[in-house]
């Protein structure tokens, strides 16, 4: 690059400070130390006019370990620095991310799911269960696990937890949303929530009617980059015998999609067919079936054949992404 390319120094370095203002501040510090460095200052301003930090530091900063064991003592002792450094500053806390240092040109996903899961677990515990959440009284506490705040509409909080493969969580989300958000006297889901069985409207407003109907498909057809998820949110309950289920020509970024499942899980046995979109194959499809009991998978048979590519701890079948049509016959014990 010549220097005349370059952009004016002023427009990059800021020559006059500006405040700063906020209630809750999370510091992403790639290695422990970078948010004293870097924002020290900052966090104790914040602090001093009563922000409440928290400091996620992404690794161990231990890349001059020789051994394991070394790594484990630079990493413990670095991590100590930093809770030391911010209680001068003025309080707060500190998360250790625990990726190793120097490695996250190579570990984007790892980086996500490890900021995604610190800001899932923030909401749980600050957001979802505060006093100010909904006014619900002290007693209904329990009321408000798994609904946002106001507008359980607005927040897919049941998409991350699918992402993150915690169905407990998804679940409890996305009933916890309709029960908060369903009215039956007028049959649709209001926009905000001021208190648990009274809808502050408006009503028919269509992206909030939709919103907990994105998320049931969600639960049933999922794309995530190039990999498709089947039937991946859904609950024990629905695996009882003699249940099905079924979605037909469900549109997807890969194309049309449907499946039929059918449980004979009083036989240890379910059975689904699959026909596969063709227009754009996706790199992997899964397909999960869950057995009402959670007893494990133990063989599969797809097309007639023996099929092992399945997980049992995972409660999921990987489809041949380039077959058209599929039956399948998943055996429990």
Same mark, same amino acid.
């Given at each position: 690059?010549?220097?005349?390319?370059?952009?004016?120094?002023?427009?990059?370095?800021?020559?006059?400070?500006?405040?700063?203002?906020?209630?809750?501040?999370?510091?992403?510090?790639?290695?422990?130390?970078?948010?004293?460095?870097?924002?020290?200052?900052?966090?104790?301003?914040?602090?001093?006019?009563?922000?409440?930090?928290?400091?996620?530091?992404?690794?161990?900063?231990?890349?001059?370990?020789?051994?394991?064991?070394?790594?484990?003592?630079?990493?413990?002792?670095?991590?100590?620095?930093?809770?030391?450094?911010?209680?001068?500053?003025?309080?707060?806390?500190?998360?250790?991310?625990?990726?190793?240092?120097?490695?996250?040109?190579?570990?984007?996903?790892?980086?996500?799911?490890?900021?995604?899961?610190?800001?899932?677990?923030?909401?749980?515990?600050?957001?979802?269960?505060?006093?100010?959440?909904?006014?619900?009284?002290?007693?209904?506490?329990?009321?408000?696990?798994?609904?946002?705040?106001?507008?359980?509409?607005?927040?897919?909080?049941?998409?991350?937890?699918?992402?993150?493969?915690?169905?407990?969580?998804?679940?409890?989300?996305?009933?916890?949303?309709?029960?908060?958000?369903?009215?039956?006297?007028?049959?649709?889901?209001?926009?905000?929530?001021?208190?648990?069985?009274?809808?502050?409207?408006?009503?028919?407003?269509?992206?909030?009617?939709?919103?907990?109907?994105?998320?049931?498909?969600?639960?049933?057809?999922?794309?995530?980059?190039?990999?498709?998820?089947?039937?991946?949110?859904?609950?024990?309950?629905?695996?009882?015998?003699?249940?099905?289920?079924?979605?037909?020509?469900?549109?997807?970024?890969?194309?049309?999609?449907?499946?039929?499942?059918?449980?004979?899980?009083?036989?240890? #046995?379910?059975? &689904? +067919?699959?026909?596969?979109?063709?227009?754009? $194959?996706? !790199?992997? /499809? =899964?397909?999960?079936?869950?057995?009402?009991?959670?007893?494990?998978?133990?063989?599969?048979? #797809?097309?007639? &054949? +023996?099929?092992?590519?399945?997980?049992?701890? $995972?409660? !999921?079948? /990987? =489809?041949?992404?380039?077959?058209?049509?599929?039956?399948?016959?998943?055996?429990?014990?």
């Amino acid at each position: 690059m010549r220097t005349g390319d370059l952009p004016d120094e002023r427009a990059l370095v800021p020559y006059e400070a500006s405040r700063f203002d906020a209630r809750r501040v999370l510091v992403l510090a790639p290695h422990p130390d970078d948010e004293v460095f870097g924002c020290g200052g900052a966090l104790a301003d914040l602090v001093s006019r009563g922000a409440t930090i928290d400091v996620l530091l992404v690794t161990d900063g231990a890349a001059g370990a020789s051994d394991d064991a070394g790594r484990r003592a630079i990493a413990a002792r670095r991590a100590g620095e930093s809770r030391a450094a911010l209680t001068l500053l003025g309080g707060g806390t500190v998360h250790e991310g625990g990726l190793p240092d120097r490695s996250l040109a190579m570990r984007a996903e790892e980086l996500e799911r490890l900021v995604a899961s610190w800001l899932a677990q923030d909401y749980e515990e600050n957001l979802y269960m505060a006093p100010d959440a909904l006014s619900v009284p002290d007693r209904d506490w329990f009321s408000r696990g798994g609904i946002a705040s106001l507008e359980p509409s607005e927040v897919y909080t049941v998409i991350a937890y699918l992402q993150r493969d915690e169905l407990p969580q998804a679940l409890r989300t996305f009933y916890g949303n309709f029960a908060a958000s369903f009215y039956p006297d007028v049959s649709c889901f209001t926009e905000w929530v001021p208190t648990l069985g009274i809808g502050g409207g408006p009503f028919f407003k269509t992206p909030d009617e939709a919103a907990w109907l994105t998320m049931l498909r969600m639960m049933l057809v999922r794309e995530s980059g190039d990999s498709l998820y089947l039937n991946s949110g859904v609950p024990r309950a629905w695996f009882l015998p003699g249940r099905r289920i079924a979605v037909d020509h469900a549109a997807t970024f890969f194309g049309e999609v449907s499946f039929h499942i059918e449980s004979h899980s009083e036989k240890d #046995l379910i059975e &689904a +067919s699959v026909t596969m979109p063709q227009r754009n $194959r996706p !790199r992997q /499809a =899964l397909l999960r079936v869950r057995h009402p009991e959670g007893k494990l998978m133990t063989r599969v048979e #797809l097309n007639g &054949a +023996s099929w092992n590519h399945f997980e049992p701890s $995972r409660e !999921r079948i /990987a =489809l041949p992404p380039d077959a058209r049509t599929i039956t399948l016959r998943a055996y429990f014990k």
